[in-house]
């Protein structure tokens, strides 16, 4: 075959190699274009090596095959060059086309251009003489003035944007190679040698070089099964060719020309010559081309895995950060997150802790509407030569050029741009790796995936946190963050606050539904702006606000209230669209732990504060504090310590109604009236509590009235059926409570009074401090009367004993620090057994 023939064949493996590669390829412009260049390729050297080895049809064939692929280069590098710049076709490209297909036509029937080459004997050897006339001008006149044509058309795009000359070099210096390779022809010394063969070939490796520079190709491409099966093929035909004189000859010795044996035995060969090239493809490029990228594809994968595990932003945006400083040689990572649509974006993330987090970008900046326009990062040396960068401000140029920026990312959720990461070079004599951009895109498309959904948490978290109307809090939320910093506030005082606006339903009457609306959002603006970062607000209820306030005290946290209260009362006076009555609010205050020891008395303290200001005229507040007490200052103040008197005749006509069924009843509730206002005084409670926990013992067991006498005087023991009568008496005690609205601040003690400590009580089984303060008062004072009394069913026992058994149920029946306080009452007389006919005197004096 000789020298020439075994280059072309190599070449031509070489052109179908590519050729395969950019066919399972991303397809675009520029690779469809660049197939353009290898199909003249193939058809030029194709046509000019099958020519030389005379392959069938004929070699006149193949010599118009190659003139063909001759005169179609210069169009396919046309296509590829302006498309690689980015450069629309023009019409003349087209005409230089049609000309040259023209020309070719005619040169095949009549050969007027170029004729076909004799075949002469030469040393021993065919050559190809060719007559060269001189209407072959015409057809390199043309061709050379569309190539001028051409290499004005680069420098125009190189002046328009200088980094296309970075971007053209591999181009040009495969054309230029090409055009040596066929310039040697004419030196005697390459006489013989494919010299212009082999220059196509180092030319198609340059533009290949040019295209994996842009990212158009990915090495990782070389290792689909598609094209390790089309190179076994293409290298198993070559060597097969080459063995086929051995095997004919060993076979013709051997098997006496059996063709049926022949054909099996080729056809075994071929086989195992494809299998083994397939296989020694695919282990050269994997252990070599792709390692890294196999590498890089598996950490991408493995930080893929660990994002979608975590919703926490911040975990996020270290792990994106993390992985880009292990897969790639650069400076430093900065992140800039964008809070809400309008505002800047900020650093909130680097690679090294003390790195500077306070320059921001605004929106506006030309590079970030660029991010938001484009998927693929920034090279920002290639930026620099863009009509966005010379349009941005000469202290944004010079911010990014201070920090070295090497590449800008963004993240994108949907269209929206949330974040930029920028990346410094490590050295500013490194030269720029072409594949980082696509690492870093693989890495940002994965991170933008997981801030996503991070943000789509986030947002349901808050909205599941807040109130839709007011944006403050919502009820369920509060009570958990009251809770946590009740436990962060064991040492400190912790305030709180419940601000209930007065008349809200007059005022949506007066004004409608829509304007009580906008009311309460603007009493929710004025709570927040005057709370701030000091505390928590929270919509409460439906017209009530709750204030939280650590580290607070009763005083501080009553003129914050004030300064509140004041505001609102003023707030409609801005309006000037129409005119609107003043809006007042009745607020409640109490602190932990002076008032409470937990949140369930917390929260009761403050309702019950609140409570006391509505029936004291409302627009008003009230400190709630165990230790001692704080009247409201203002106008229309009252003496709290009253305010009971007026249901006195309700609490007398009802504790009538027992004594007239159940002597006992009432005298027994007079007592634990004694008993337990003796054990609030004692403990500190200020004079509300005291006059609040009377009434409850007093009305505690008013729901007897609806039980039978034979139950209410039976001597011996009580059957299950009338035990669970008896137990019905707290429910029907509330009923008859429920529909006396001033009075139902006695119903936490009322409905608590037979709840046990350890949970085993009645009606509701809670257990510990769950059960009001006033309701375990209540237990012990009733518990000690009821032990000390003489019944129907029993004899009194000594106060010695019933002592005792209060110890002993200390911590099971009853909370022990009260037991234990009662016990010290009784030990230093404080407290007194009550005597039968003080009791009676005591009815009579009521009655």
Same mark, same amino acid.
């Given at each position: 075959m000789g020298t020439y023939g075994y280059i072309s064949i190599i070449a031509m493996v070489c052109y179908g190699f590519m050729l395969l590669m950019f066919l399972t390829a991303k397809r675009n412009k520029i690779v469809n274009s660049f197939l353009v260049v290898l199909v003249g390729l193939l058809f030029w050297a194709g046509g000019s090596a099958f020519m030389r080895v005379h392959l069938w049809p004929s070699y006149e064939f193949w010599y118009q095959v190659s003139l063909l692929g001759i005169l179609l280069l210069p169009y396919a590098y046309y296509c590829f060059i302006l498309a690689f710049g980015g450069v629309k076709k023009g019409l003349p490209g087209k005409i230089y086309l049609a000309v040259m297909l023209i020309c070719f036509v005619v040169n095949i029937r009549h050969g007027v251009f170029l004729g076909c080459p004799n075949v002469v004997e030469k040393n021993g050897l065919p050559t190809f003489v060719y007559e060269i006339k001189p209407t072959i001008l015409v057809l390199f006149f043309p061709a050379g003035i569309f190539l001028i044509y051409l290499f004005l058309i680069l420098v125009r795009i190189c002046k328009a944007n200088p980094n296309m000359k970075v971007q053209y070099e591999p181009v040009m210096a495969g054309v230029l190679v090409l055009f040596a390779g066929n310039m040697l022809l004419g030196i005697p010394f390459f006489s013989g040698f494919p010299i212009d063969i082999l220059s196509g070939v180092v030319n198609v490796f340059f533009l290949f070089y040019a295209l994996i520079r842009r990212r158009l190709f990915r090495l990782q491409m070389l290792a689909s099964p598609s094209l390790c099966y089309g190179v076994g093929f293409l290298f198993s035909v070559i060597v097969f060719l080459n063995v086929i004189p051995y095997l004919q000859k060993i076979f013709h010795i051997q098997m006496n020309k059996n063709t049926t044996l022949y054909a099996l035995a080729f056809a075994i060969v071929f086989l195992v010559i494809y299998a083994l090239f397939t296989f020694l493809w695919k282990l050269l490029v994997r252990s070599v081309f792709v390692r890294e990228e196999n590498y890089q594809t598996e950490k991408i994968r493995e930080f893929s895995s660990a994002i979608s595990k975590t919703l926490d932003l911040n975990e996020i945006l270290d792990k994106t950060i993390s992985v880009m400083k292990e897969l790639m040689d650069v400076g430093n990572i900065y992140i800039c997150m964008q809070d809400a649509p309008?505002?800047?974006?900020?650093?909130?993330? +680097?690679?090294? !802790?003390?790195?500077?987090?306070?320059?921001?970008?605004?929106?506006?900046? !030309?590079?970030?509407?660029?991010?938001?326009? *484009?998927?693929?990062?920034?090279?920002?040396?290639?930026?620099?030569?863009?009509?966005?960068?010379?349009?941005?401000?000469?202290?944004?140029?010079?911010?990014?050029?201070?920090? *070295? @920026?090497?590449?800008?990312?963004?993240?994108?959720?949907?269209?929206?741009?949330?974040?930029?990461?920028?990346?410094?070079?490590?050295?500013?004599?490194?030269?720029?790796?072409?594949?980082?951009?696509?690492?870093? +895109?693989?890495?940002?498309?994965?991170?933008? @995936?997981?801030?996503?959904? +991070?943000?789509?948490?986030?947002?349901?978290?808050?909205?599941?946190?807040?109130?839709?109307?007011?944006?403050?809090?919502?009820?369920?939320?509060?009570y958990e963050v009251l809770n946590e910093e009740l436990e962060k506030n064991r040492e400190a005082s912790l305030a709180l606050a419940i601000i209930n606006v007065d008349d809200f339903k007059l005022y949506n009457q007066l004004y409608g539904v829509k304007e009580g609306d906008l009311c309460l959002q603007r009493i929710a603006d004025i709570i927040r702006s005057s709370v701030g970062e000091s505390g928590y607000t929270a919509r409460y209820g439906g017209k009530e606000f709750a204030v939280l306030l650590p580290g607070y005290d009763l005083f501080s946290a009553r003129n914050m209230v004030e300064s509140i209260a004041k505001q609102i009362y003023v707030m409609n006076n801005r309006r000037t669209d129409m005119k609107l009555k003043a809006v007042t609010v009745s607020a409640g205050i109490s602190a932990a732990p002076y008032a409470a020891r937990n949140v369930k008395e917390l929260m009761e303290n403050v309702d019950l504060a609140v409570y006391h200001v509505k029936h004291n005229g409302k627009n008003g507040i009230q400190v709630f504090d165990m230790m001692f007490r704080n009247n409201s200052e203002g106008n229309n103040t009252r003496n709290h310590t009253h305010i009971y008197q007026e249901y006195e005749s309700t609490i007398y006509a009802l504790t009538a109604a027992i004594d007239a069924k159940d002597h006992y009843t009432f005298s027994h509730s007079n007592n634990v009236a004694y008993y337990a206002t003796s054990l609030a005084t004692t403990l500190g409670m200020n004079e509300d509590m005291i006059e609040i926990i009377r009434q409850a013992a007093l009305l505690h067991d008013v729901g007897k009235i609806g039980i039978p006498e034979y139950i209410l005087n039976k001597e011996g023991k009580l059957t299950d059926e009338e035990y669970e009568i008896i137990k019905g008496h707290v429910e029907a005690s509330i009923d008859i409570i429920r529909h006396l609205p001033s009075l139902d601040y006695v119903i936490p003690a009322v409905i608590g009074h037979h709840e046990r400590y350890d949970g085993k009580g009645y009606p509701r089984r809670i257990a510990g401090e769950d059960i009001p303060l006033t309701a375990r008062i209540l237990c012990v004072a009733d518990s000690f009367d009821a032990m000390t009394s003489k019944r129907c069913y029993k004899k009194a026992f000594p106060i010695e004993v019933a002592r005792e058994k209060l110890l002993q149920d200390a911590g099971r029946q009853f909370d022990p620090d009260l037991v234990y306080k009662f016990v010290e009452c009784l030990d230093n007389d404080s407290i007194t057994l009550v005597k039968a006919e003080e009791t009676v005197d005591n009815l009579k004096e009521m009655l």
């Open positions: 309008g505002q800047p974006y900020r650093g909130v993330a +680097s690679d090294q !802790p003390l790195n500077d987090l306070t320059f921001t970008m605004e929106e506006e900046n !030309p590079m970030i509407q660029w991010l938001k326009e *484009h998927e693929e990062p920034i090279i920002y040396r290639d930026f620099r030569y863009t009509v966005e960068y010379k349009s941005m401000w000469e202290s944004e140029k010079h911010r990014l050029d201070k920090k *070295h @920026i090497r590449y800008c990312a963004g993240m994108k959720d949907g269209e929206c741009l949330v974040g930029v990461i920028l990346i410094t070079d490590a050295s500013a004599k490194k030269r720029l790796v072409y594949d980082e951009v696509q690492l870093i +895109s693989s890495v940002t498309s994965v991170a933008s @995936i997981a801030i996503k959904n +991070s943000r789509l948490y986030e947002r349901a978290r808050q909205e599941a946190r807040t109130d839709e109307m007011t944006g403050l809090l919502n009820r369920k939320y509060f």
